[in-house]
């Protein structure tokens, strides 16, 4: 899935919407799918959400980590599961444990 440069930048935001994420996004860049789950979900916190600009977000963490992202102009997304672990790598460089780059 390719996301707009909105929905990249909504989903960025929401990834560090707990202070020190930066910190802990660069502690590890190659993160395995069970792992990247938790750090979402972690990040998310129970739910949370903004809006503003032409944007609406809301997230929730929990064992399901999900997210609606809703700009101005697009179609609304919503990423959960393979999606939004494909989407959450995309956004921030990461990659899997064992590969090159």
Known sequence: MSLTAKQSEALVRALHSMEGA??????NRRLDDET???RIAYEFGAMG???GAGTWVDYHGGTNPRIEIKVAGEEPIQLSGRELLTAAREVLALGRPGELF
């Open 36 to 38: 990247l789950t938790h």
């Open 49 to 51: 959400g903004y809006c």
């Open 22 to 27: 930066d910190a802990r996004w660069d502690e």
